[in-house]
């Protein structure tokens, strides 16, 4: 099962995801990331967080979606609609699921304000993350409306 993590900038959020999935899935399970207008460059602190989480971080880079080594079979968004954000719309076949986490590339305040939120944003991802993976994911790959709840079901929490 190929997986998507997708946002604008691909540059925090979305590499957070693809790193932390990456890092947990078993085998046969693999995660890409990507963005619809990607910024270039993975944030410092995205890179700085993942490696005190003991979480590789070699081969991260901001990437557009149309430069992706294979199709996805899940795409998830993880843009915050609440914080007026736009989400990219993926227009390939795949199984598709919103986890709206708030930008931390946004975040202002004192550093250790804006560490906060990087923190939040990767509690959050790996908690769903672990959620995903801890279904039936061999029965959930042939059964598209029940992986569609429950992707849907992950998201709200």
């Not at 989480?53 to 070699?58: K, L, R």
């Not at 769903?128 to 849907?152: G, K, S």
Request: negative net charge; proline residues 5%; contains cysteine.
């Amino acid at each position: 099962m190929n997986i998507l993590f997708l946002c604008t900038g691909n540059s925090c959020r979305s590499i957070l995801a693809e790193a932390t999935f990456n890092h947990l899935a078993p085998n046969g399970c693999k995660a890409m990331s990507a963005g619809s207008q990607p910024t270039g460059e993975v944030h410092p602190r995205t890179l700085a967080l993942l490696q005190r989480e003991g979480i590789a971080v070699d081969g991260l880079h901001s990437k557009s979606w149309e430069d992706l080594p294979c199709a996805a079979d899940v795409v998830i968004t993880v843009c915050a609609n609440a914080a007026g954000e736009t989400c990219p719309a993926y227009l390939g076949p795949a199984v598709r699921a919103h986890w709206g986490v708030d930008d931390p590339a946004r975040a202002t305040g004192t550093e250790a304000q804006i560490e906060a939120a990087f923190r939040t944003a990767f509690a959050v991802l790996r908690r769903r993350i672990e959620t995903f993976l801890a279904l039936p994911l061999a029965e959930l790959a042939h059964d598209r409306l029940r992986l569609q709840a429950e992707l849907d079901r992950i998201g709200m929490r």
